[in-house]
């Protein structure tokens, strides 16, 4: 397959060109044409370039790639980055924001759909765009539970704040760095709000709240989409896929 075609077939599948975003989407790095295996991997680091080529990949597809909204030199590490990309021939395909709200493949959606949550409908506008999820249990869940399912899912125990109902009717979930959501799963009333890192900031804005908040960790909560993603290609495009695990352990 031509990288130029599987870049066609994913910025259709991910409606690259109409969701606003800082990362710079879709190709950010191309090679020479021809695909035949594609990695996926969180973050475009040197550690999943590097394990990009051990695995014979000529297009890497990542969550969080080398070019955001703001210019800046290529030296030092991004220097080294790019480099590497250029002379292993592996082309670098970004998805920021589109991998987190596709309703299918995107990581919150996925989150829903291990944690057994099959109604869900959008929530969380980021810059008018709505990226999260959000359901209303049939039964009302307690947060223990919630907890330890997603510990189970993430193989690792979350951070909590326990600030709100022991026993949660609702709950939203914004993968990654998302606490500057917090006020909206607030005004909607929601009992839980899940999302990946946590922040000092928004500590007391939440115990005064009133909402319990459920960190899985920035990388963990963000890894569900790519691989989705990855069967998604593999199945519709006939490519070999490999992820490429590299947890920040944040």
């Given at each position: 397959m031509h990288a130029d075609e599987l870049e066609r077939w994913l910025d259709g599948v991910l409606n690259i060109g109409n969701i606003p975003d800082s990362s710079l989407n879709g190709i950010q790095v191309g090679n020479r044409g021809s695909v035949t295996r594609v990695a996926l991997a969180v973050d475009a680091s040197e550690a999943s370039i590097s394990g990009a080529a051990s695995a014979g990949a000529e297009?890497?597809?990542?969550?969080?790639?080398?070019?955001?909204?703001k210019?800046?030199?290529?030296?030092?590490?991004?220097?080294?980055?790019?480099?590497?990309?250029?002379?292993?021939?592996?082309a670098l395909y970004a998805a920021h924001l589109p991998l987190d709200l596709h309703p299918e493949l995107g990581n919150n959606a996925q989150l829903c759909k291990k944690m057994g949550w099959e109604r869900t409908s959008e929530f969380g506008s980021y810059h008018g765009v709505l990226i999260g999820r959000k359901t209303v249990f049939e039964v009302p869940v307690p947060l223990n539970d919630l907890t330890a399912r997603l510990g189970s899912l993430l193989g690792a125990e979350p951070t909590v704040w326990r600030f709100g109902p022991d026993t949660a009717a609702s709950?939203?979930?914004?993968?990654?760095?998302?606490?500057?959501?917090?006020?909206?799963?607030?005004?909607?009333?929601?009992?839980?709000?899940?999302?990946?890192?946590?922040?000092?900031?928004?500590?007391?804005?939440?115990?005064?709240?009133g909402i319990n908040v459920i960190f899985g960790g920035h990388y963990a909560t963000e890894t569900w989409g790519l691989a989705a993603l990855g069967d998604k290609i593999?199945?519709?495009?006939g490519l070999d896929t490999v992820f490429l695990d590299r947890p920040t352990g944040y």
């Open positions: 297009f890497l597809i990542v969550h969080h790639g080398l070019i955001w909204d210019p800046f030199p290529w030296r030092g590490p991004a220097l080294g980055r790019m480099r590497r990309l250029i002379e292993s021939d592996i709950a939203a979930v914004v993968s990654g760095r998302a606490l500057s959501m917090l006020d909206q799963a607030v005004r909607e009333r929601c009992d839980v709000f899940i999302t990946g890192e946590t922040g000092h900031e928004s500590y007391w804005f939440a115990a005064e709240a593999k199945e519709e495009c």
